[in-house]
């Protein structure tokens, strides 16, 4: 198994330009969801998926997007890119929601918007 | 509010020293409580983690954590550290059953003098 893969690595915007973020999981869990990690803030919840067709607002959500439209893929839209998102984004999966369940989180992407 | 504090951002130790990392929450209700490692340019893996029965739970690599649930806090502890437990750890806290509202500390930076 390749567990949480996310492309890009690294990417560089520059302000309004838009892009999408993608992530897969080939452990077939339904959990999904994405983060940004920045200096001093831990890691904090953008949006999360319960299942396919199924999308929820995690803590902070303003300036993305999501859709789950299968199991296996979670993409990540920035629709007009701020030097606010500048971060460190890191997708994660789990078999269901349920908390008893171990987080599987890829190897992140770093994002630069200029 | 829901929150996780980590008091020590940078912690500079000594091979073969103690460890003990600070982790305070503030949740409503019922918690499952987690440390995630995350080694230079790799992603977050879980260390431990507790969710019921005996406070005192061991993980992975010889690290352990106590819940002293009167005192809001799961610390984090290790007896004797490697150079190669060189990383940043991170505390999360989530409810009882929905693992779409962790929350996690801003993170300790753990350096290890050989």
């Known amino acids: 198994n390749a567990g949480v893969t996310q492309t890009p690595k690294f990417q560089v915007l520059k302000t309004g330009q838009s892009m999408t973020l993608q992530c897969a999981q080939d452990m077939n869990h339904e959990y999904m969801s994405w983060y940004r990690q920045d200096p001093g803030m831990g890691l904090r919840l953008i949006h999360y998926s319960v299942g396919a067709g199924i999308t929820d607002q995690g803590e902070v959500p303003n300036g993305y997007n999501v859709s789950r439209s299968t199991t296996e893929d979670f993409p990540l839209r920035l629709l007009s890119a701020a030097p606010s998102q500048t971060s460190v984004y890191f997708c994660?999966?789990?078999?269901?929601?349920?908390?008893?369940?171990?987080?599987?989180f890829g190897p992140g992407t770093r994002l630069t918007v200029l | 509010a829901q929150s996780v504090s980590q008091h020590n951002h940078h912690v500079i130790l000594s091979e073969a020293a103690s460890l003990e990392l600070g982790c305070n929450y503030s949740y409503g209700g019922t918690v499952n409580l987690f440390w995630y490692v995350q080694y230079p340019g790799q992603h977050l893996q879980l260390l431990l983690k507790y969710f019921s029965g005996d406070p005192l739970v061991k993980g992975i690599k010889g690290f352990e954590a106590e819940f002293i649930k009167s005192k809001f806090s799961f610390n984090l502890r290790k007896p004797s550290v490697q150079w190669s437990d060189t990383a940043e750890y991170f505390c999360a806290v989530t409810g009882y059953s929905s693992a779409s509202k962790i929350i996690f500390g801003s993170g300790t930076r753990l350096s290890i003098r050989p």
């Open positions: 994660a999966s789990t078999r269901t929601e349920s908390s008893y369940n171990e987080q599987f």
